[in-house]
Protein backbone atom coordinates (compact mmCIF):
# COMPACT_ATOMS: atom_id res chain seq x y z
CA UNK A 1 0.00 0.00 0.00
CA UNK A 2 2.59 2.55 0.89
CA UNK A 3 4.56 1.60 -2.63
CA UNK A 4 1.20 2.72 -4.50
CA UNK A 5 0.87 5.75 -2.27
CA UNK A 6 4.45 6.36 -3.26
CA UNK A 7 4.23 6.19 -6.91
CA UNK A 8 0.90 8.02 -7.04
CA UNK A 9 2.66 10.71 -5.36
CA UNK A 10 5.81 10.93 -8.10
CA UNK A 11 3.41 10.29 -10.46
CA UNK A 12 1.74 13.14 -9.57
CA UNK A 13 4.71 15.04 -8.69
CA UNK A 14 5.75 14.71 -12.37
CA UNK A 15 2.99 15.92 -13.91
CA UNK A 16 2.98 19.06 -11.48
CA UNK A 17 6.45 19.70 -12.93
CA UNK A 18 5.75 19.42 -16.49
CA UNK A 19 3.07 21.63 -15.89
CA UNK A 20 5.02 24.00 -14.43
CA UNK A 21 7.73 23.75 -17.47
CA UNK A 22 4.77 24.22 -19.78
CA UNK A 23 3.59 27.29 -17.91
CA UNK A 24 6.50 28.93 -17.89
CA UNK A 25 7.61 27.69 -22.01
CA UNK A 26 3.96 29.95 -22.73
CA UNK A 27 5.03 32.59 -19.96
CA UNK A 28 7.88 33.42 -22.25
CA UNK A 29 6.39 32.99 -25.29
CA UNK A 30 3.84 35.71 -24.03
CA UNK A 31 6.45 38.29 -22.73
CA UNK A 32 8.71 37.93 -26.14
CA UNK A 33 10.14 41.50 -26.73
CA UNK A 34 10.27 44.04 -29.90
CA UNK A 35 13.60 44.89 -31.27
CA UNK A 36 14.53 47.98 -30.34
CA UNK A 37 17.27 51.09 -31.01
CA UNK A 38 17.55 54.50 -30.84
CA UNK A 39 17.86 56.50 -34.44
CA UNK A 40 19.68 59.89 -34.63
CA UNK A 41 18.40 62.58 -33.03
CA UNK A 42 16.47 64.83 -35.51
CA UNK A 43 15.19 67.55 -32.74
CA UNK A 44 15.58 69.28 -29.48
CA UNK A 45 11.40 69.54 -29.36
CA UNK A 46 8.03 67.56 -29.39
CA UNK A 47 7.95 65.33 -32.52
CA UNK A 48 3.80 65.94 -33.05
CA UNK A 49 2.74 63.49 -35.71
CA UNK A 50 4.67 61.01 -38.41
CA UNK A 51 3.03 59.83 -41.70
CA UNK A 52 4.57 57.19 -44.63
CA UNK A 53 4.00 58.37 -47.77
CA UNK A 54 5.24 55.47 -49.89
CA UNK A 55 7.90 52.57 -49.62
CA UNK A 56 10.25 54.81 -49.06
CA UNK A 57 9.13 58.46 -47.52
CA UNK A 58 7.96 59.08 -43.87
CA UNK A 59 7.69 62.49 -42.75
CA UNK A 60 6.36 64.38 -39.60
CA UNK A 61 5.77 67.93 -37.74
CA UNK A 62 6.91 69.14 -34.56
CA UNK A 63 8.57 71.70 -32.75
CA UNK A 64 8.54 74.06 -29.34
CA UNK A 65 5.36 75.58 -28.30
CA UNK A 66 5.42 79.03 -29.43
CA UNK A 67 9.04 79.42 -30.67
CA UNK A 68 9.55 76.67 -33.42
CA UNK A 69 7.74 74.93 -36.26
CA UNK A 70 9.42 71.85 -38.24
CA UNK A 71 9.28 69.41 -40.88
CA UNK A 72 11.17 66.27 -40.96
CA UNK A 73 11.36 63.81 -43.89
CA UNK A 74 13.32 60.82 -44.94
CA UNK A 75 13.57 59.18 -48.31
CA UNK A 76 15.12 55.79 -47.11
CA UNK A 77 12.69 54.64 -44.95
CA UNK A 78 13.71 56.68 -41.36
CA UNK A 79 17.75 55.90 -41.54
CA UNK A 80 18.22 59.64 -42.26
CA UNK A 81 16.37 62.25 -41.87
CA UNK A 82 16.37 66.05 -43.14
CA UNK A 83 14.91 68.49 -40.67
CA UNK A 84 12.97 72.43 -42.12
CA UNK A 85 11.91 74.96 -39.50
CA UNK A 86 8.89 76.12 -41.51
CA UNK A 87 6.81 78.13 -38.55
CA UNK A 88 7.64 79.91 -35.69
CA UNK A 89 5.16 77.71 -34.01
CA UNK A 90 4.74 74.50 -33.31
CA UNK A 91 2.87 72.12 -35.95
CA UNK A 92 0.61 69.64 -35.11
CA UNK A 93 -0.91 66.93 -38.13
CA UNK A 94 0.18 66.41 -41.67
CA UNK A 95 -1.13 64.68 -44.31
CA UNK A 96 -0.55 64.51 -48.10
CA UNK A 97 -1.88 63.66 -51.65
CA UNK A 98 1.52 62.40 -52.76
CA UNK A 99 5.03 62.27 -51.58
CA UNK A 100 5.58 66.04 -53.46
CA UNK A 101 2.28 67.96 -52.42
CA UNK A 102 2.32 67.53 -48.29
CA UNK A 103 -0.33 69.52 -45.92
CA UNK A 104 0.65 71.16 -42.48
CA UNK A 105 -1.52 72.35 -39.63
CA UNK A 106 -0.53 74.14 -36.47
CA UNK A 107 -0.58 77.05 -33.96
CA UNK A 108 -3.00 79.92 -34.97
CA UNK A 109 -5.07 78.70 -37.64
CA UNK A 110 -1.91 78.20 -39.88
CA UNK A 111 -1.83 75.34 -42.80
CA UNK A 112 0.88 75.22 -44.61
CA UNK A 113 1.39 73.14 -48.06
CA UNK A 114 4.08 72.52 -50.27
CA UNK A 115 4.01 71.32 -53.87
CA UNK A 116 7.68 69.69 -54.18
CA UNK A 117 8.07 67.84 -51.00
CA UNK A 118 8.57 70.17 -48.41
CA UNK A 119 11.45 72.29 -50.27
CA UNK A 120 8.84 75.50 -50.50
CA UNK A 121 5.93 76.50 -48.36
CA UNK A 122 2.38 78.47 -48.78
CA UNK A 123 0.41 79.87 -45.84
CA UNK A 124 -2.61 80.00 -45.46
CA UNK A 125 -4.41 82.01 -42.69
CA UNK A 126 -7.66 80.74 -40.99
CA UNK A 127 -9.52 83.63 -39.55
CA UNK A 128 -10.92 82.17 -36.56
CA UNK A 129 -6.96 81.87 -35.57
CA UNK A 130 -7.40 79.02 -33.34
CA UNK A 131 -4.75 76.29 -32.65
CA UNK A 132 -5.40 73.32 -35.92
CA UNK A 133 -4.16 69.67 -33.98
CA UNK A 134 -5.02 67.58 -37.14
CA UNK A 135 -5.43 67.58 -40.75
CA UNK A 136 -6.24 65.23 -43.35
CA UNK A 137 -6.54 65.21 -47.46
CA UNK A 138 -9.40 63.21 -48.04
CA UNK A 139 -9.83 62.94 -51.66
CA UNK A 140 -8.29 65.07 -54.97
CA UNK A 141 -9.55 68.48 -53.34
CA UNK A 142 -11.21 67.83 -50.30
CA UNK A 143 -9.20 68.86 -47.01
CA UNK A 144 -10.59 68.62 -43.67
CA UNK A 145 -8.64 70.06 -39.82
CA UNK A 146 -9.70 70.21 -36.94
CA UNK A 147 -8.61 71.80 -33.45
CA UNK A 148 -9.00 74.03 -30.70
CA UNK A 149 -7.70 74.50 -27.28
CA UNK A 150 -8.16 73.55 -23.61
CA UNK A 151 -10.49 71.64 -24.33
CA UNK A 152 -12.13 74.11 -25.77
CA UNK A 153 -12.96 76.94 -28.58
CA UNK A 154 -13.17 73.66 -31.02
CA UNK A 155 -13.11 73.92 -34.81
CA UNK A 156 -13.65 72.05 -38.07
CA UNK A 157 -12.49 73.17 -41.43
CA UNK A 158 -13.41 72.08 -44.47
CA UNK A 159 -11.32 73.00 -48.06
CA UNK A 160 -12.83 71.63 -51.53
CA UNK A 161 -10.13 73.76 -53.39
CA UNK A 162 -6.81 72.01 -52.49
CA UNK A 163 -6.63 73.98 -49.75
CA UNK A 164 -6.88 77.50 -51.11
CA UNK A 165 -9.46 78.62 -48.82
CA UNK A 166 -11.49 77.17 -45.68
CA UNK A 167 -14.89 77.08 -44.56
CA UNK A 168 -15.15 76.61 -40.88
CA UNK A 169 -17.38 75.66 -37.79
CA UNK A 170 -16.95 76.15 -34.06
CA UNK A 171 -17.71 73.65 -31.66
CA UNK A 172 -17.94 73.75 -27.79
CA UNK A 173 -14.88 71.30 -27.56
CA UNK A 174 -11.67 70.74 -28.36
CA UNK A 175 -11.41 68.37 -31.47
CA UNK A 176 -7.78 66.24 -32.29
CA UNK A 177 -8.52 62.68 -33.95
CA UNK A 178 -9.27 62.29 -37.52
CA UNK A 179 -9.72 59.71 -40.22
CA UNK A 180 -11.59 58.28 -42.82
CA UNK A 181 -12.87 54.81 -43.58
CA UNK A 182 -13.51 56.09 -47.57
CA UNK A 183 -13.87 59.24 -49.57
CA UNK A 184 -17.19 60.02 -48.08
CA UNK A 185 -17.06 58.88 -44.63
CA UNK A 186 -15.03 61.03 -42.03
CA UNK A 187 -14.35 60.53 -37.99
CA UNK A 188 -13.86 63.02 -35.90
CA UNK A 189 -12.77 62.78 -32.01
CA UNK A 190 -12.46 65.45 -29.37
CA UNK A 191 -13.18 66.00 -25.67
CA UNK A 192 -15.91 63.78 -24.80
CA UNK A 193 -17.22 63.45 -28.41
CA UNK A 194 -16.81 61.45 -31.14
CA UNK A 195 -18.58 62.80 -35.01
CA UNK A 196 -18.86 61.30 -38.40
CA UNK A 197 -19.67 62.75 -41.73
CA UNK A 198 -20.82 60.37 -44.58
CA UNK A 199 -20.40 63.14 -46.98
CA UNK A 200 -16.78 64.07 -47.40
CA UNK A 201 -17.15 66.73 -44.14
CA UNK A 202 -20.11 69.04 -45.26
CA UNK A 203 -22.18 67.41 -42.11
CA UNK A 204 -22.14 65.94 -39.42
CA UNK A 205 -23.58 63.54 -36.70
CA UNK A 206 -22.67 63.01 -33.25
CA UNK A 207 -21.89 59.27 -32.28
CA UNK A 208 -22.80 57.54 -28.83
CA UNK A 209 -19.61 58.20 -26.91
CA UNK A 210 -18.55 60.27 -23.98
CA UNK A 211 -16.42 59.33 -20.92
CA UNK A 212 -12.92 60.32 -22.15
CA UNK A 213 -10.80 62.73 -24.27
CA UNK A 214 -10.66 61.14 -27.44
CA UNK A 215 -7.33 62.99 -28.74
CA UNK A 216 -7.13 59.51 -31.92
CA UNK A 217 -9.51 57.33 -34.01
CA UNK A 218 -8.07 54.68 -36.19
CA UNK A 219 -10.62 52.86 -39.03
CA UNK A 220 -9.15 49.51 -40.34
CA UNK A 221 -12.20 49.16 -42.35
CA UNK A 222 -15.25 50.38 -42.89
CA UNK A 223 -17.10 49.02 -40.49
CA UNK A 224 -14.57 48.46 -37.14
CA UNK A 225 -12.78 51.60 -35.81
CA UNK A 226 -11.00 52.26 -32.74
CA UNK A 227 -11.16 55.37 -30.57
CA UNK A 228 -8.55 55.83 -27.37
CA UNK A 229 -8.88 59.03 -24.77
CA UNK A 230 -6.15 60.84 -23.32
CA UNK A 231 -6.84 59.20 -19.88
CA UNK A 232 -6.42 55.49 -20.73
CA UNK A 233 -9.86 54.80 -22.34
CA UNK A 234 -10.49 52.47 -25.40
CA UNK A 235 -13.64 52.12 -27.42
CA UNK A 236 -13.92 49.85 -30.40
CA UNK A 237 -17.00 49.58 -33.00
CA UNK A 238 -17.75 47.04 -35.55
CA UNK A 239 -21.09 49.01 -37.07
CA UNK A 240 -19.16 51.94 -38.40
CA UNK A 241 -19.72 54.28 -35.43
CA UNK A 242 -23.59 53.27 -34.60
CA UNK A 243 -22.24 51.60 -31.47
CA UNK A 244 -19.01 52.30 -29.07
CA UNK A 245 -17.82 49.34 -26.72
CA UNK A 246 -15.85 49.97 -23.76
CA UNK A 247 -12.67 47.80 -23.80
CA UNK A 248 -10.79 49.87 -21.22
CA UNK A 249 -11.82 52.71 -18.72
CA UNK A 250 -9.74 54.86 -18.51
CA UNK A 251 -11.56 56.74 -15.43
CA UNK A 252 -11.74 53.27 -13.19
CA UNK A 253 -9.76 53.13 -9.84
CA UNK A 254 -8.62 48.97 -10.84
CA UNK A 255 -7.03 49.88 -13.92
CA UNK A 256 -3.74 51.51 -14.05
CA UNK A 257 -3.23 54.95 -15.11
CA UNK A 258 -2.15 55.70 -18.38
CA UNK A 259 -1.79 58.45 -20.54
CA UNK A 260 -2.41 57.43 -24.78
CA UNK A 261 -1.50 59.95 -27.44
CA UNK A 262 -1.58 58.40 -30.97
CA UNK A 263 -3.11 54.39 -31.99
CA UNK A 264 -2.61 53.07 -35.59
CA UNK A 265 -3.72 50.02 -37.22
CA UNK A 266 -1.77 47.90 -39.82
CA UNK A 267 -4.68 46.04 -41.01
CA UNK A 268 -7.97 45.07 -39.31
CA UNK A 269 -6.48 42.80 -36.71
CA UNK A 270 -2.73 43.97 -35.52
CA UNK A 271 -2.86 47.77 -34.07
CA UNK A 272 -0.24 49.80 -31.58
CA UNK A 273 -1.16 52.30 -28.96
CA UNK A 274 1.73 54.46 -27.94
CA UNK A 275 1.54 57.34 -24.84
CA UNK A 276 3.64 58.94 -22.25
CA UNK A 277 6.21 56.87 -20.17
CA UNK A 278 7.36 54.84 -23.21
CA UNK A 279 3.70 52.88 -22.86
CA UNK A 280 3.07 50.55 -26.33
CA UNK A 281 0.34 48.58 -26.38
CA UNK A 282 -0.26 45.83 -29.57
CA UNK A 283 -3.43 44.16 -30.39
CA UNK A 284 -3.93 41.45 -32.64
CA UNK A 285 -7.57 40.85 -32.53
CA UNK A 286 -8.99 44.14 -34.06
CA UNK A 287 -8.39 45.53 -30.78
CA UNK A 288 -10.35 43.69 -28.16
CA UNK A 289 -7.24 42.47 -26.06
CA UNK A 290 -3.88 44.19 -25.50
CA UNK A 291 -0.41 43.07 -24.75
CA UNK A 292 1.79 45.75 -23.00
CA UNK A 293 5.29 45.96 -24.86
CA UNK A 294 7.82 45.81 -22.19
CA UNK A 295 10.93 46.61 -23.63
CA UNK A 296 10.25 50.16 -24.81
CA UNK A 297 12.55 52.65 -24.82
CA UNK A 298 11.79 55.25 -21.48
CA UNK A 299 10.54 58.03 -23.39
CA UNK A 300 7.00 60.03 -23.31
CA UNK A 301 5.77 58.94 -27.21
CA UNK A 302 3.96 61.05 -29.00
CA UNK A 303 3.24 59.63 -32.50
CA UNK A 304 3.97 56.48 -34.26
CA UNK A 305 4.86 55.25 -37.69
CA UNK A 306 4.13 51.99 -39.57
CA UNK A 307 7.19 50.94 -41.57
CA UNK A 308 6.87 46.88 -43.16
CA UNK A 309 8.41 45.15 -40.07
CA UNK A 310 7.84 47.12 -37.37
CA UNK A 311 7.96 50.73 -37.07
CA UNK A 312 8.67 54.19 -35.77
CA UNK A 313 7.74 56.03 -32.83
CA UNK A 314 8.47 59.95 -32.56
CA UNK A 315 8.69 61.59 -29.09
CA UNK A 316 8.05 64.50 -26.50
CA UNK A 317 12.05 65.06 -26.44
CA UNK A 318 12.47 65.20 -30.17
CA UNK A 319 14.41 61.43 -30.21
CA UNK A 320 13.10 58.75 -32.70
CA UNK A 321 13.14 55.01 -31.89
CA UNK A 322 12.72 51.95 -34.14
CA UNK A 323 10.95 49.17 -33.60
CA UNK A 324 10.87 45.27 -34.94
CA UNK A 325 8.33 43.11 -35.00
CA UNK A 326 9.17 39.65 -33.58
Known amino acids: MKKIKASLFYQFLSILIFGFFLLLINSCQKKKEWEWSELNRISDYE ?8 DSTIAGVGGERYLHGEFYISKNNGKNWSKKEILDKQLFGISFLNSDTIIVCGYDGKILQTNNGGADWNITQNYYWRLMRNILWIKDSTIISC ?31 LCYSDAQTIYCSGYGKIIKSIDAGLTWEQQKATGDFFISI ?7 GIVIGLAGTILVTDDAGENWKKVRNGNSLTNQSWTFRKVIFRDIN ?6 DNGLMLYTTDGGNQWIKI ?9 SIVLTDKGGIV ?9 FLEQ
Open 294 to 302: KNTLESNFT
Open 47 to 54: ISELKRFN
Open 270 to 275: KGYIVG
Open 218 to 224: SFSSPQH
Open 147 to 177: GGSGFTGGILSRSNNLGASWESDTLTTEMRG
Open 314 to 322: GSEDGKLFQ
